[in-house]
């Protein structure tokens, strides 16, 4: 059964560090991985998504990589901002299941 | 190009209540989903349509939760009655794909619902 971890659970920056945010899996037989970041009181939203075939993927300060063989995948945020204060969860794919992390909570200092 | 649709936005009810979540895809999505988040937790799947059809029902508590999709299109998620535990907010999501490849996710707002 896929289990999906993310570390830390909660993080805080001051504004303009870079910063990555963890996320393992247990079963390294995925279609893809997804990224999301969901405002407080809001639906998900796709920030990227990485096929079992690519390294990583890149939109504007984001960055995620895939590392299939260890079961793992970053999100690095490059010169972060308050406005990138929100909950950022993970989500494996593959077997027709879905499945999801519990998030980091992060929280950027003005 | 419109993004999923969800309502209500939130709902209060007494225990033993029904109640009912409306979702509408992104338009040509072939397959939604309904899932249940907890404060703190991510969405756990609770039912996957690829366009009528239940594909995927296994984690819906059938003695009182019900989902239908009549014509492929928009979703209908119902409660009852309603228990305290059910307290969470529920999400709609859609994707191009199909079978095993889920594709990428949208997540409409999500249905905010309250038990008393």
């Known amino acids: 059964k896929q289990e999906v971890t993310q570390i830390p659970a909660a993080l805080s920056v001051p504004e303009g560090e870079n910063l990555v945010l963890n996320c393992s899996f247990t079963?390294?037989?995925?279609?893809?991985l997804q990224w999301f970041r969901q405002d407080p009181g809001k639906g998900l939203t796709s920030l990227l998504l990485i096929q079992s075939s690519q390294r990583e993927q890149t939109s504007g300060r984001l960055n995620a990589s895939l590392d299939k063989s260890s079961g793992r995948s970053t999100l690095y945020i490059a010169a972060s901002q308050p406005g990138d204060s929100a909950t950022y969860l993970c989500a494996v794919s593959g077997g027709f299941k879905t499945i999801f992390g519990a998030g980091t909570r992060l929280f950027v200092k003005a | 190009e419109a993004g999923v649709v969800q309502s209500p936005r939130y709902k209060i009810i007494e225990k033993k209540q029904p109640v009912a979540f409306w979702c509408n895809p992104i338009?040509?999505?072939?397959?939604l989903y309904w899932y249940l988040q907890n404060l703190g937790q991510g969405p756990e799947l609770l039912i996957r349509y690829e366009n009528e059809e239940a594909v995927d029902d296994s984690q819906l508590p059938k003695d009182r939760f019900s989902a239908e999709r009549l014509k492929g299109v928009d979703s209908t998620l119902k409660i009852q009655p309603a228990e305290l535990g059910d307290s969470a907010v529920y999400l709609c999501?859609?994707?191009?794909?199909?079978?095993?490849?889920?594709?990428?996710?949208?997540f409409g707002e999500g249905s905010r619902l309250t038990v008393l």
């Open positions: 079963d390294s037989a995925i279609y893809n």
């Open positions: 338009s040509g999505h072939n397959t």
């Open positions: 999501a859609s994707s191009l794909a199909s079978g095993w490849d889920t594709g990428e996710l949208f």
